[in-house]
């Protein structure tokens, strides 16, 4: 599957880093999605845009920060992170709009080591 | 906060024998989807319901609403190995598509 593209698939930075994850969505959807996925908790909801606006930021912390240019692309900015951030970092899309629920299309990951 | 819980968190099945798992939300949901995640993969979309009360199949799947809109289930009639994998249910309790995902149950199944 190629609709939900994500890079870089593995990643392994320092606490003083600074790098940036990147989505791209081939779907012609207008919802974009940051998950993160670790393994004591269940999938937990980042940010949520919808028409490039965000519409959730699900209390997460600021040095995490998210960008999305345009309805296709997506980022998610780290910087100075610490070990607990290590996770699969999960993108997905779906159609947007309220009053309705649509399926959402996840990409492959991100796996992210904090050292 | 919405909380999303699932149960069991781990199946061990037979080839063959059914499964089912179950998904309970603190709050009434606009609708309830099952996604399916292959180990060292990632969520993939089964399918949504959005009526109280509603039943869908999909093959040896079944997927069921509760009436209340609070609970829902999968149930997976004579496993195959193919079936390997975490499923999940996420619920939307507003209906802008903001899904709470469940704690998953991972099924293992035994040729």
């Known amino acids: 599957e190629t609709g939900v593209t994500q890079t870089p698939r593995h990643l392994v930075m320092g606490m003083t880093n600074k790098k940036s994850l990147k989505c791209e969505q081939h779907l012609g959807h207008n919802a974009m999605y940051w998950y993160k996925q670790s393994a004591k908790k269940p999938l937990e909801l980042m940010f949520v845009?919808?028409?490039?606006?965000?519409?959730e930021n699900n209390s997460v912390p600021s040095r995490f920060s998210p960008e999305c240019p345009n309805s296709s692309h997506l980022f998610l900015h780290l910087h100075t992170l610490q070990p607990e951030d290590s996770a699969l970092y999960l993108c997905?899309?779906?159609?947007?709009?309220?009053?309705?629920?649509?399926?959402?299309?996840f990409g492959p990951g991100t796996r992210l080591t904090v050292t | 906060g919405q909380q999303v819980m699932q149960i069991p968190q781990y199946q061990h099945v037979q080839e063959g024998e059914d499964f089912t798992t179950y998904c309970n939300s603190s709050t009434t949901l606009s609708n309830i989807q099952w996604y399916k995640q292959r180990p060292g993969g990632h969520p993939v979309f089964l399918i949504q319901?959005?009526?109280?009360?509603e039943v869908k199949k999909q093959k040896r799947l079944t997927f069921q609403f509760g009436e209340a809109k609070k609970n829902s289930s999968l149930h997976i009639t004579a496993t195959q190995t193919t079936d390997v994998g975490t499923y999940f249910c996420a619920g939307d309790q507003t209906g802008a598509n903001n899904l709470f995902f469940g704690t998953g149950t991972r099924l293992t199944v035994i040729p």
């Open positions: 997905a899309s779906s159609h947007a709009g309220t009053g309705g629920a649509y399926e959402q299309y």
């Open positions: 845009y919808n028409f490039k606006e965000q519409t």
């Open positions: 319901l959005v009526k109280s009360g």
